[in-house]
């Protein structure tokens, strides 16, 4: 069983510090990594995609990629109570099909 | 504005009786995925095509469920006979494939939330 593992949290943190969110991957073949955040009743929207080793920023944010530690992580700078949503890892093979971890929860205190 | 759209956006039926959702991905996208979401579960991949051909159903209970494509503006997921673990928000999202990168960022539409008595 191919599979995303996400701690479900709560992760809670102060408004203006950094939240890190963590993921790993058991499938060797995946090749393109998503973060999508879902705010409670609403659907999942994209936030950035990551294909290569390495760090990816997006203003506040910054996807990490380690294919050799099948990790894959993001971090929220200056994090907003507007950013308090769960926040869904996913990976995906060569063939399309997407693998969506449980997601992590994420609140920020004003 | 370009979205997924689906319909309904609400479904309350009793076990039994067929269900049918339906899906309108995004003008020139390639790619379409039925998802279904359950606090236990999470999000569950169900089926998806590309081009209108399905590529996977695997996720999807085949004795129930049927996923198609009848064309490219309209994706359907039906379930037949419905029962109360199917209760759950169903949805589709879709994408445009690019080999050359491997990625397929995928655009959720905005469920349906299906209750199953």
């Known amino acids: 069983q191919k599979e995303v593992e996400q701690n479900s949290g709560p992760l809670s943190v102060p408004e203006g510090a950094i939240a890190s969110l963590n993921c790993t991957y058991s499938d060797r073949g995946s090749q393109s990594f998503f973060w999508y955040r879902q705010y409670s009743g609403k659907s999942p929207e994209l936030i950035m995609f990551i294909y290569s080793n390495g760090d990816k920023e997006d203003g506040r944010f910054t996807a990490q990629l380690n294919k050799a530690s099948q990790y894959v992580s993001l971090l929220i700078r200056d994090s907003q109570p507007s950013d308090s949503a769960t926040y869904l890892c996913?990976?995906?093979?060569?063939?399309?099909?997407?693998?969506f971890g449980a997601g992590t929860r994420l609140f920020v205190k004003a | 504005d370009a979205r997924v759209t689906q319909t309904p956006r609400h479904k309350v039926t009793e076990m039994g009786q067929e269900v049918t959702m339906r899906c309108q991905p995004i003008?020139?996208?390639?790619?379409v995925f039925w998802y279904r979401q359950t606090m236990m579960q999470g999000l569950e991949l169900l089926a998806y095509?590309?081009?209108?051909?399905?590529?996977?159903d695997s996720g999807m209970p085949k004795d129930r469920f049927s996923a198609e494509m009848p064309d490219a503006t309209l994706a359907t997921l039906k379930i037949q006979p419905s029962e109360p673990r199917d209760s759950a928000v169903y949805f589709c999202?879709?994408?445009?494939?690019?080999?050359?990168?491997?990625?397929?960022?995928?655009?959720f539409g905005p469920g349906t939330r299906l209750t199953v008595l």
């Open positions: 095509f590309r081009n209108r051909a399905p590529l996977d």
């Open positions: 999202a879709s994408g445009l494939a690019r080999l050359a990168t491997n990625t397929d960022t995928q655009y």
């Open positions: 003008l020139g996208h390639n790619t």
């Open positions: 996913a990976a995906t093979t060569g063939g399309f099909k997407t693998i």
